[in-house]
Nanobody, 125 residues
Framework: QVQLVESGGGSVQPGGSLRLSCAAS????????MGWFRQGPGKEREGVAA???????AVIADSVRGRFTISRDTKNTIYLQMNSLKPEDTAIYYC???????????????????WGQGTQVTVSS
């Protein structure tokens, strides 16, 4: 049983930055890989980034590579640093956890076991 709570969303202008956080209710290191997904208005949910349980491996979507960075601490929190934000980054961002590494590696939403409620990110001028 894992509960996830996202925070850090908000409204920014293009080119701005935000850092999202996701706190898990249990210790996740060595047990769950974790990832970030997003769903914009009228768009399909897409994987943004994922990180392995130990934090050594990361998967980054082409659309955000070079702008976003995923990281995790040694206990129960992961982060998504978002720089150079664009209007197309506007979406609800969801934190998720997976027991199988394959779901995180492939950014396969259907393979994730737990989901947070999401946090809104709005990028507009």
């Amino acid at each position: 049983q894992v509960q996830l709570v996202e925070s850090g969303g908000g409204s920014v202008q293009p080119g701005g930055s935000l850092r999202l956080s996701c706190a898990a209710s249990v210790y996740t290191s060595n047990t769950y890989c974790m990832g970030w997904f997003r769903q914009g208005p009228g768009k399909e949910r897409e994987g943004v980034a994922a990180i392995s349980a130990g934090g050594r491996l990361a998967v980054i979507a082409d659309s955000v590579r070079g702008r976003f960075t995923i990281s995790r601490d040694t206990k129960n929190t992961i982060y998504l640093q978002m720089n150079s934000l664009k209007p197309e980054d506007t979406a609800i961002y969801y934190c998720a956890a997976s027991s199988p590494w394959s779901a995180c590696r492939e950014q396969d939403a259907s393979g994730y076991n737990y989901w947070g409620q999401g946090t809104q990110v709005t990028v507009s001028s």
